[in-house]
């Protein structure tokens, strides 16, 4: 089994910056993939930004030259630094990890969330 917490969420404003953390214990030696999603209010699950264990990096295209992912060298942390946050970023980011997919739907272990709000 594997537990990820998250920190580092809160409230900003339009146009600031928040730095995520998350954390595995456990069973983290198979943990390929570690990424970030995010759920709004009423919308789907979604990938925000996820890495692997080789170094590959997928973003979501809302995200892109915003938000950047990072594991730090011992592979059981991964780092969302978040800037020129916008208002539709507002949602509840999750930590999650896999041995092998960062399809939102296929991922093995999930953290409780981190809510990040964005005012105007």
């Known amino acids: 089994q594997v537990q990820l917490v998250e920190s580092g969420g809160g409230l900003v404003q339009a146009g600031g910056s928040l730095r995520l953390s998350c954390s595995a214990a456990?069973?983290?030696?198979?943990?390929?993939?570690m990424g970030w999603y995010r759920q709004a209010p009423g919308k789907q699950r979604e990938l925000v930004a996820a890495?692997?264990?080789?170094?590959?990096?997928r973003y979501a295209e809302s995200v892109k030259g915003r938000f950047t992912i990072s594991r730090d060298s011992a592979k059981t942390s991964v780092y969302l630094q978040m800037k020129c946050l916008k208002p539709e970023d507002t949602a509840v980011y999750y930590c999650?990890?896999?041995?092998?997919?960062?399809?939102?739907?296929?991922?093995?272990?999930w953290g409780k969330g981190t809510l990040v709000t964005v005012s105007p």
């Open positions: 890495a692997t264990r080789a170094g590959a990096i």
């Open positions: 999650a990890a896999d041995r092998a997919t960062w399809d939102v739907n296929g991922m093995d272990y």
């Open positions: 456990g069973r983290t030696f198979d943990l390929f993939v």
